[in-house]
C-alpha cells in the first residue's frame, strides 16, 4: 500500500515572517541610524530581507510558486519598510 500525500503546507507564514523581519529592520534603522545614512540602511534591510526570503523559500522544498513566493515576500517587504519609514519621517517632520 502506498502512503497518501499530505496536503502541502501553506507559504503565508513564510511570506509573513520576511514581513515582519523587514518591519523589524526598519525599526532598527530608523530609531539607530543617523538621518544622513537612513536611506542607505533601509536598502541593505531590503536585501537581507531579498536574502532570508530566497533562505525561508528554498527550506521550504517546494519548488511549484517558488518565484511567486519570493517575490511576495520581498515586494511586503518593501512596502512595510516604506510604511515604517514614512512614520518616521512624519515623526521627524512634526518634531521640527
Do not use: D
Not at 497518501?4 to 501553506?10: F, G
Not at 515604517?84 to 517632520?93: D, E, M, N, Q, R
Amino acid at each position: 500500500m502506498s502512503a497518501p500525500q499530505l496536503a502541502p503546507r501553506s507559504p503565508f507564514p513564510a511570506i509573513i515572517a520576511v514581513w515582519g523581519l523587514g518591519a523589524v529592520i526598519a525599526v532598527v534603522v530608523g530609531i539607530f541610524a543617523p538621518v544622513a545614512v537612513q536611506a542607505v540602511w533601509l536598502c541593505v534591510g531590503l536585501g537581507v530581507c531579498l536574502i532570508a526570503a530566497f533562505a525561508v523559500q528554498v527550506l521550504s522544498g517546494r519548488a511549484q510558486g517558488f518565484i511567486f513566493r519570493v517575490s511576495a515576500s520581498v515586494l511586503g517587504a518593501f512596502i512595510v519598510m516604506g510604511l515604517v519609514s514614512a512614520g518616521f519621517g512624519l515623526a521627524l517632520l512634526a518634531a521640527l
